[in-house]
């Protein structure tokens, strides 16, 4: 498992704790999973964020090689968002599967991480959500493929055609496949935009999205919110 942590300008910088709280999290649940953050460039309309950013991104690098174990960065210059940001670290990935948890999402709860896999090593599932509500949302159940629950591994899954960036396990081949297929070689976008209304427009065969259902809570991550009142700005 390769975990891949995004990470941009927010109003809090030069502060670290958001992402700190995510790594944290992160490494309680894959104590030998090597993580790497994925550091992206100022866009245009963040510019007078520059300084702040350039001194969080500072600290991030200074905890990374001194604080946290099996952590790497990579610095963008330039912005590239989500997409571009993934593409570039997927070149280099040399496990089957990854995590991806953006960095003010910390994982919360049980992770029962060896059983959530065998679906996804065994092809069954292309990726596995890990809901941050505490049950199905009634505004997203339509997505669901019934209300039947599939087992994996003593554990029970809704099959789905909900994407969400939240946190979430997937196979690695996929992955890039999805890249190239639905990004262009160049575009800066959020991963989620694009994908959440490509997987309604197929069946749920084409990309094999289970989302774990266990019982009582679901909850597997909470959003601190880094971004704030900061505008959603337009990819690009």
């Known amino acids: 498992m390769t975990v891949l942590v995004p990470t941009s300008p927010v109003p809090s910088n030069p502060d670290t704790t958001f992402i700190e709280q995510t790594i944290e999290s992160v490494r309680d649940r894959f104590p030998k999973s090597l993580i790497r953050v994925m550091v992206d460039g100022v866009r245009p309309e963040q510019w ?25 960065a990579t610095v ?9 940001m993934a ?80 946190p979430h396990l997937a196979r690695v081949d996929m992955y890039r496949r999805w890249l190239d ?15 959440h209304s490509v997987v309604q427009q197929h069946s ?8 774990f259902a266990p019982q009582g809570n679901q909850q597997r991550s909470i959003h601190t919110d880094a971004r704030g009142t900061d505008p959603k700005w337009p990819n690009a």
Not at 132 to 151: G, M
Request: no cysteine; hydrophobic share 35%.
């Open 181 to 195: 297929e639905w990004f262009r070689p160049d575009e800066r976008s959020m991963i989620e935009d694009r994908m």
């Open 76 to 84: 963008h210059d330039t912005h590239r968002h989500q997409a571009a």
């Open 48 to 72: 007078e964020r520059t300084g702040d950013y350039q001194e969080y991104t500072r600290r991030l690098l200074w905890l990374v090689n001194n604080k946290w174990w099996n952590v790497t």
């Open 204 to 211: 749920w065969e084409r990309h094999k999205i289970l989302l």
């Open 87 to 166: 593409r570039h670290e997927l070149v280099t990935v040399s496990t089957p599967l990854i995590l991806y948890v953006e960095h003010d999402t910390p994982l919360v709860n049980d992770w029962p991480v060896e059983q959530l896999v065998e679906p996804l090593m065994t092809s069954a599932a292309h990726l596995v959500r890990m809901n941050h509500e505490h049950q199905v949302h009634p505004e997203h159940r339509h997505l669901l493929v019934d209300d039947n629950l599939v087992e994996y591994a003593g554990l029970p899954f809704h099959r789905t055609t909900q994407w969400s960036q939240r």
